[in-house]
């Protein structure tokens, strides 16, 4: 698993998530047609199959109106799983759809750890509701952080970056490793004017790649290290290191109450 932090982002734009889910449905709606052509190719060799195979029996009618609810239910389940489980994929392993990245759209859970699959399953199960819009049009303008209600229910958000919109605006790293550094390197207070000064530093040396920005790596290694106790038996890289506060520098900003 991995564990992520947003930097320089805000909740998204109504119109962006409508226009993302616009740019997605036709995605969707080109690859069901392809599908749907296929199956009736398909369907039809095989009607020819088994309408012979159906006249040797003494009832066919019924046979053949068994098999062609059979064929209807999987069809059906077949485009659900294709809709489905297009979201599914790609918020789970991306955390963002094709139309979402288009338009600079993420989803990220309200914690800022990475998106689970049992969440990106349950904002799916709650479309059900929310694509009858009024539910999800009400919900998003009544929450703080324009939530439909399937992002309540798993505790996500759709942000907007405007600085990066079609680039990831996310540090990473191994959630094992952030375990581990969290048991062993919890610092002593940082304060709020120099955890927003690092994540400045962080964001453009770990996100933007900022060629004008000058990087000193070292600096903040040492710094953070004063307010670390570090156990000699803890094999630590100097970039999972810097990569590690931010992350509880962010969470820092958060608990203050911090936008960025």
């Keep these: 698993m991995i564990a992520g932090f947003n930097v320089h982002s805000t909740k998204a734009p109504l ?3 409508l226009f993302a889910h616009a740019i997605d449905s036709s995605l969707l709606a080109a690859v069901t047609y392809i599908f749907i052509l296929g199956v009736i190719f398909v369907f ?22 068994i098999l062609m609810t059979i064929i209807t239910v999987a069809f059906v389940l077949l485009i659900l799983s294709i809709y489905h489980g297009y979201f599914i994929y790609f918020d789970y392993n991306k955390a963002q759809t094709p139309g ?10 309200t914690n800022g750890a990475r998106l689970t699959l049992k969440q990106c399953i349950l904002r799916e199960i709650f479309k059900w509701i929310d694509q009858l819009y ?17 992002d ?30 969290y048991a062993h390197l919890v610092p002593q207070e940082i304060s709020e004017e120099e955890s927003t000064e ?3 530093y962080a964001g453009a040396r770990f996100l933007y790649e900022d060629d004008d920005f000058e990087f000193d790596d070292d600096y903040w290694t040492r710094y953070f290290s004063q307010k670390v106790d570090l156990d000699d038996n803890t094999k630590v890289s100097q970039e999972d290191f810097l990569r590690f506060m931010a992350q509880l520098c962010y969470l820092k900003e958060r608990e203050n109450g ?3």
């Design 15 to 17: 119109g962006r998530r």
């Design 100 to 109: 979402k990245k288009i338009l600079g759209l993420k989803v990220i859970s």
């Design 198 to 200: 690092f994540l400045s």
């Design 44 to 65: 039809g060799i095989g009607a020819a199959v088994f309408s012979g195979m159906l006249s040797s029996f003494k009832d066919g009618s019924l046979l053949s109106t």
């Design 258 to 260: 911090s936008e960025d």
């Design 134 to 150: 009024i539910p999800a049009l009400i919900s998003m303008l009544m929450t703080e952080k324009s939530q439909r209600l399937g």
């Design 152 to 181: 309540i229910a798993a505790g996500t958000q759709v942000i907007f970056s405007a600085s990066q919109e079609k680039e990831q605006d996310f540090i990473y790293m191994d959630q094992s490793d952030y375990d581990v550094f």
